[in-house]
Each structure stands twice: as structure tokens, then as C-alpha cells.
């Protein structure tokens, strides 16, 4: 399938994933946390696989998504959880990457001041820091 438009991310590229559940009374909190990573990533990485950049990392895609915790996913009818469950996926152009981002990430407030690690440590229920890749997408 085509729509005229390569896919920047193939087979084999490096990721970060996060997913944390997060009670509902903290949203707004992680809601703020989440947008100033956002700021913080298009401050400091360089978006697109054409760049030659030797120190910004190379950033191919990027997203947070959020929703309510369904207490069956299969049947919305029982309603759900009091969770939201945040999904952060990161997609670079080479390992490299995955690198710099580290790099880089220990100069970020959040990271620096144990922020970071506290949320995953209440909240993360999934974490890869570049050990899982593209293994099948809709690259042309």
C-alpha cells in the first residue's frame, strides 16, 4: 500500500518505548511532564533521516499517547480502570542516535533532578532504552 509518500521509519530502526498507568488525579501533573518533554525533544533533536548531524540526535518519530485504562479492553461496556495509561514511542535513524539522546537527556531538568526516574519507578510498567527495533511496518 501506498500513498505517495515513503515511511522514514524501516525495519531495523532503534526505539525508546515507555508506557506508565497513571492514576487519574494525576493526570494534569503527567500531562504537564509529558508536553515539556515534548518542548524539550524539539529543542535539542533534529527531526528526519537527512541530516548529517553529529551531535543533535536523529529523530525519525515521535509521539505521546494517552487514554483512559479500560477494565476490559475487549468489552468497553465495563467501563474503566481510574487510570490513564500514557505510551511514549521514540523512533531513531541508527543506534548512534539512541545514544546522543541519552547524552543529551542528562542535561534535561526532569532527568537531572531524579524526576524521570521517579515516574518510571511509580508508574512505568513497560521501558526499552534502544533494545528493541523495527520489526515490521509499512515502510515502502
Not at 542528562?106 to 532527568?111: A, L, R, V, Y
Request: with cysteine; aromatic share 10%; proline share 5%.
Amino acid at each position: 500500500m501506498s500513498h505517495g509518500a515513503p515511511s522514514l521509519i524501516k525495519n531495523g530502526s532503534p526505539c525508546i518505548h515507555m508506557s506508565w498507568v497513571v492514576p487519574e488525579e494525576k493526570e494534569a501533573e503527567l500531562d504537564a511532564f509529558w508536553k515539556s518533554h515534548e518542548a524539550w525533544m524539539r529543542k535539542t533533536h533534529t527531526i528526519g533521516c537527512v541530516f548529517d548531524d553529529e551531535t543533535k540526535p536523529r529523530l525519525l518519530h515521535y509521539y505521546i499517547a494517552k487514554g483512559k485504562q479500560m477494565t476490559d479492553p475487549m468489552d468497553p461496556t465495563k467501563g474503566t480502570t481510574g487510570n490513564v495509561v500514557y505510551q511514549m514511542s521514540e523512533t531513531y535513524v541508527a543506534d548512534e542516535d539512541i545514544q546522543r539522546h541519552m547524552k543529551v537527556a542528562s542535561e534535561w531538568e526532569p532527568f537531572k533532578s531524579g524526576t524521570m526516574a521517579k515516574y518510571i519507578q511509580e508508574y512505568g510498567n513497560h521501558t526499552t532504552l534502544g533494545t528493541d527495533k523495527i520489526f515490521c511496518g509499512m515502510a515502502d
